[in-house]
């Protein structure tokens, strides 16, 4: 608060001597009010600039806000403003428009004189445009304002849309007295839609909001000529033309038109607007006619109706007992026709069927013996069609026959095994062409699944079975008789949910799961045992789901327990380990009652294995390790040592497989063990 009134401070200090004096003794400012004086004036209207208004609300803001109100004349007084400064006036009376201006006060009372407010003006309504029938002129009809004392109507004539763009607009006429005009300059108008918009003049020249007219169009209707003729010759009489517009007209509307052909093949559409249409001609055994054209201009269409030729259908081939390919189809009876032409080609190739082979022209009959079927030596499906002939060789669209195949299905078969040596009988065998219409499904039997007839191409082949990978093999090309051989890889996964309990010793684990479900729930097994470890090395094999741990641990160790599966394919999980804590009981702590080698394990070993030992009393220890022929090969230990239970672990990376001795010596105990290291 403090430092914004030191800011308002400065900024007075800026305005001059007319705020602050200056304290000639005392050498600093201070504050002085600028002289307050009297602000008088009128205010007028616009309908009657002679009289005044009042009760009018003369607002001045600026260095303060002060109001006045007018009296009976007009006239407003507002005394204690203060001078020499600009503000901003607003006066506002009922029945005229809210007035905004500036006021200059001068150093002296201040007289603003007659000040004039537009009264409120309201716009004409109902403004109706129309044009005669020549186009040559336009009459404008509205109403006057409901309120108001009107003068005179300004007209002004505009393009549609341009309704915001005043600016655009042209004058047609202004002092229009009446509520009705006619634009006689309209006739000169160029091509377009347009609208007039009305203002009304009040006095003093203040104008209304414009007040728009419906839309007229100027040169925007045509004239359409149709002639038709056919391809045979005929007139075509009677024939239906349709003209859908693409784009809407200034309504939204999509004008539609409709004429019938007279017994020249003519017709003509009158009044239409202009813009571009989708046409249409439609006539009976004729092929109907389709067109899009711009009407921008009075136009004459010719175009030609073609003879509709119908085709034949429902042709059906199959293969005889003489080998040959037999068809039948029905004919198109509504018009004569001069045969049946009969073509042969590949199914997948309908598209160009222009190119395929002609087998035989001009069948009388709507049956065929095709005996060159035999003579095809490229499998593959196949499909005929048969074109009527008409007058002139003029050929009908084809009618396909249904697929016909040569030589495309060959036998296979796929010899299922697994890497585990285990039957694989009951896998599941899809065989999937990537044409996605010919898919083969089996179960494996005997080590097998046989198809006698399998479709020539490029297949997917997938294998499954419960315990074993997915088999997949994408692209296989199956062009002639095929025998596969696939193996089967056994899922190799690891026991699950291992446990230790430290009150029995007893360390426990379930079985794999495959696919969410336990291992032992497949339908054959294919695990052999587990196998146990111990700080990483293996110490045991079992076919249980858990083991006794208690001759492979000692107190007052910690130690890290693994179990991994090992299957019949030979091969071994992964390895899940727990921590196999130091339990430090009581028992533990009781001091040896003699000292003693107590051995290795585990043993045999590779490299590493644990030495426990006990002192009954303290003193020097020496742990030596001996080969077969006697030689010291490595001195583990030679220290003092504490009376307690000991363990060394030994790792024998640098040493030889082979059968070594472990010598303790304390005092004079001394105590030699045989160990196996095997690589």
């Known amino acids: 608060m403090k430092r914004n009134s030191i800011c308002l401070l400065f900024i007075i200090l800026l305005l001059g001597s007319q705020v602050f004096g200056t304290n000639q003794t005392g050498g600093g400012y201070y504050l002085q009010p600028s002289p307050e004086v009297e ?39 507002i005394d204690t403003v203060n001078s ?37 003006v309201f716009p004409a309504y109902d403004v109706i445009a129309a044009q005669n029938e020549y186009e040559t002129l336009a009459e404008i009809i509205w109403h006057s304002p409901e309120q108001g004392l009107v003068e005179d109507y300004r007209l002004y004539r505009l393009l549609l849309g341009d309704e915001e763009n005043e600016e655009n607009w042209i004058m047609v006429a202004e002092g ?98 202009k813009g571009n249409y989708d046409l249409t001609a439609e006539l009976a055994g004729f092929v109907v006619l389709e067109d899009n054209i711009d009407i921008l201009e009075n136009i004459d269409y010719s175009a030609m109706l073609v003879e509709l030729l119908y085709p034949a259908y429902d042709v059906v081939v199959n293969e005889n007992h003489d080998g040959n390919a037999w068809l039948i189809w029905h004919s198109a009876v509504i018009q004569p026709l001069f045969g049946y032409n009969i073509y042969r080609g590949f199914a997948d190739d309908q598209a160009y069927y222009e190119d395929w082979d002609l087998i035989v022209e001009t069948v009388l009959d709507t049956t065929y013996e095709d005996i060159t079927w035999q003579e095809v030596t490229v499998p593959g499906e196949y499909m005929y069609c048969v074109r009527v002939t008409y007058e002139g060789g003029v050929l009908s669209d084809p009618a396909f026959s249904n697929i016909i195949s040569f030589d495309i299905s060959v036998p296979v078969t796929i010899i299922i095994s697994s890497d585990s040596g285990n039957s694989v009988d009951g896998a599941e065998v899809n065989l999937c062409n990537l044409d996605g219409n010919h898919n083969y499904e089996g179960i494996v039997q005997d080590g097998m699944v046989y198809w006698e007839e399998v479709w020539m191409g490029i297949y997917e ?219």
């Not at 045979?232 to 309504?251: F, N, Q, R, V």
């Not at 999509?254 to 020249?264: I, L």
Request: glycine fraction near 6%; proline fraction near 5%; charge should be negative.
């Open 176 to 273: 229009i007295s009446d509520t009705v005009y006619n634009d006689l300059s309209w006739e000169i108008v160029e091509m377009g839609v347009y609208r007039y918009a009305v203002k009304a003049e009040y006095l003093n020249n203040v104008l209304s909001e414009a007040a728009f007219s419906n839309w007229l169009g100027k040169d925007m209707l045509a004239t359409l000529e149709v002639t038709l003729t056919t391809n045979i010759g005929d007139i075509p009489e009677g024939a239906i033309i349709t003209l859908e517009a693409t784009e809407p007209d200034p309504d939204g509307n999509y004008p539609e038109y409709e004429a019938v052909t007279d017994e020249s093949g003519h017709c003509t559409i009158t009044d239409i607007w």
């Open 39 to 77: 602000v008088t004036g009128r205010v007028v209207g616009s309908d009657f600039p002679d009289i005044g208004i009042a009760n009018a609300e003369v607002t001045l803001t600026g260095m303060g806000t002060h109001t006045g109100i007018t009296d009976e004349d007009g006239y407003f007084m």
């Open 84 to 120: 020499d400064n600009t503000y901003e006036i607003v006066i506002e009376a009922e029945g005229y428009q809210v007035y905004t201006g500036e006021a200059v006060i001068g150093a002296d009372d201040t007289d603003l004189g007659d000040i004039i407010i537009n009264e409120i």
């Open 461 to 679: 082949l997938d294998v499954s079975f419960p315990g074993y990978e997915l088999y997949q093999e994408t692209d296989l090309i199956i062009m002639e008789c095929l025998v596969l051989d696939v193996e089967l890889e056994e899922i190799i996964n690891p026991p699950v949910n291992l446990e230790y309990d430290a009150a029995t010793g007893l360390l426990s684990w379930e079985p794999p799961l495959i696919d969410g479900e336990p291992y032992s729930s497949m339908p054959v097994r294919h695990l052999e045992y587990y196998y146990i470890y111990l700080d990483n090395e293996l110490i045991a094999q079992t076919t249980d789901i858990e083991i006794n741990m208690c001759s492979y641990i000692y107190p007052g160790f910690e130690y890290i327990a693994g179990v991994s599966a090992y299957y019949s394919s030979d091969n071994e999980s992964e390895i899940i380990e727990i921590l196999i804590p130091n339990l430090d009981s009581d028992e533990n702590n009781i001091s040896p009652l003699e000292t003693c080698l107590n051995g290795n394990y585990p043993n045999p070993f590779n490299p590493v294995t644990t030495i426990e030992y006990q002192l009954v009393e303290a003193g020097n220890v020496k742990l030596e390790v001996f080969n077969v022929k006697g030689q010291k090969v490595s001195m583990l230990i030679n220290e003092q040592q504490d009376a307690e239970n000991h363990s060394f672990r030994w790792n024998a990376y640098d040493m030889n497989s082979g059968i070594y001795f472990i010598r303790l010596t304390s005092g004079e105990y001394q105590k030699t063990s045989k160990v196996v290291l095997l690589k």
